[in-house]
């Protein structure tokens, strides 16, 4: 018994220093801040996936006094939302919130389907939903005035997109010559589908993000998505983004998305379970830092570490090993959260759910507080793991030590997440330290999941409108040519 204790706090102490490693491994972000890009660069020339993605979409042009009706779609994984509000200004909240999601159907998810059925359907299901919440003032006006903002939560592979499958994508840059196709053949469908709108760029859901951001304040300089997945964003001048090589954006700044789930290096504090995990998983080798950070892994870790103890220490019981306790992915980080933020007498919402997940009855106070402890380490290593990247972000922009910044971050992970979000919070302030600490401000997003596309959309209709007055404008009549 004393043997099995010993080995079970072995166990914790090693997690332990993965997570001090967390905090310290804020020098592997800040250590090449001069050349910050490049940290997600590092085998970009092996991999399939974008270490490094820019996009000029015109998120910057907001004067925070747009107003008026928006629409948006946001492209996620096995279904996607649509949106429509009334934006109001700055100062004030948005209003007339209406958001529907839709399942996509089955036979666009398994391969069989292509990028036009997918995108036919959303048009449809888009038509309709723009029937039930109308915006009077435009209803007459040319689709091209009348923009749409799309984000995307799934990732897209241009391999795949451009042979028409559908969902299956990973990544693309927005200004790609594949992201400017998804863009024709998206308004194509809403065009045949009768469908007044027009899509001007696909970003990511991160971009989205920034853009909330930036309308409500100009010192909004970056985003982070931490739900199931996770990724940055963040604005600079064009001419500091040394990787991209193609036409300059016309206002000088451009909006570059990280895919820092990519990054990787010897410095991340990784365990053997993470690296058994990663082995075991879809992608080995690739999203390394989103597996240490991300919903969609954290109650997986979680599972590993009992699994070990159950085995090596008879954590549950002499010899025994609960089945449900050897299935992948069978602790989910909404119950994982639940768990570590139990704060009842003898943890008793810890042993609900560890009978509820894993068929475990009959747990004892002392392995209900181990179970809470291992729940604790790993949320707090991914939460200074994160805290760690948004510090590099803002290093790299030079704002650290002269400059207010504020961090918009979006996602159920930082939303619902209580301790993980004060993980996140407190690892920034103790690695600004005192005198700093109130120069990097973190921040939900404004109005939840999927509202970035909303302000991606009143980005976009300042253009359109420029262009409405132009195309009203009286033409000069042609004046006959002089006889001679």
Not at 220 to 244: I, R
Not at 435 to 440: G, I, R, T
């Amino acid at each position: 018994m004393e043997r099995n204790a010993e080995n079970s706090t072995q166990i914790r102490q090693r997690l332990r220093h993965s997570s001090a490693k967390a905090m310290a491994g804020g020098k592997c972000f800040r250590r090449r801040h001069a050349k910050f890009p490049h940290c997600f660069q590092w085998n970009s020339h092996k991999s399939q996936y974008a270490g490094f993605l820019c996009c000029f979409t015109p998120i910057w042009v907001l004067n925070s006094d747009e107003e008026g009706i928006y629409y948006g779609v946001n492209l996620r994984r096995t279904n996607f939302l649509l949106l429509c509000a009334n934006l109001r200004g700055k100062n004030d909240p948005i209003s007339d919130f209406h958001r529907e999601e839709i399942h996509i159907p089955t036979n666009l998810l398994d391969g069989t389907g292509s990028t036009k059925e997918l995108f036919d359907f959303i048009a449809v299901e888009l038509g309709k939903f723009v029937e039930a919440h109308p915006n009077s003032e435009k209803k007459d006006a040319p689709a091209k005035y009348n923009k749409l903002g799309f984000i995307m939560s799934c990732p897209v592979d241009q391999a795949v997109a451009t042979s028409g499958t559908a969902i299956t994508w990973k990544s693309f840059e927005a200004d790609s010559t594949l992201g400017k196709k998804l863009v024709s053949d998206f308004n194509r469908a809403l065009e045949e589908r009768g469908v007044k709108l027009s899509v001007y760029a696909m970003v990511d859901d991160t971009v989205g993000t920034l853009a909330g951001g930036r309308y409500y304040n100009r010192e909004s300089v970056a985003a982070v998505t931490l739900g199931m997945g996770t990724d940055a964003a963040y604005v600079e001048p064009a001419d500091a983004a040394l990787q991209w090589h193609g036409p300059s954006p016309k206002l000088g700044e451009m909006v570059i998305s990280t895919q820092w789930g990519e990054f990787s290096t010897p410095h991340l504090p990784i365990t053997i379970f993470d690296t058994c995990l990663d082995a075991e998983s879809s992608n080995p080798g690739f999203r390394r830092f989103e597996k240490l950070v991300s919903g969609m892994y954290l109650g997986e870790v979680v599972r590993r570490v009992l699994l070990k103890m159950a085995k090596e220490t008879a954590l549950f019981g002499k010899r025994v090993v609960p089945s449900k306790l050897m299935t992948p992915y069978q602790l989910s980080s909404p119950d994982m959260a639940a768990m570590h933020q139990d704060t009842s007498d003898d943890r008793e919402v810890v042993g609900e759910k560890i009978e509820e997940v894993f068929g475990i009855k009959n747990s004892t106070p002392m392995v209900r507080e181990v179970v809470a402890e291992v729940c604790d380490i790993v949320a707090e290593r991914g939460a200074r793991l994160a805290g760690a990247g948004i510090l590099g972000i803002i290093k790299k922009l030079g704002r650290i030590e002269n400059k207010r910044s504020i961090v918009t971050v979006e996602g159920g992970l930082y939303e619902h997440y209580r301790v993980f979000r004060n993980y996140l919070n407190s690892g920034v302030w103790e690695m600004l330290g005192n005198n700093l600490s109130d120069n990097v401000v973190i921040e939900n997003s404004h109005g939840g999941s999927g509202t970035g596309a909303l302000y991606l959309a009143a980005s976009q209709m300042k253009d359109a409108a420029k262009s409405q007055m132009q195309d009203s404008d009286p033409q000069p009549e042609p004046q006959p040519e002089p006889e001679f």
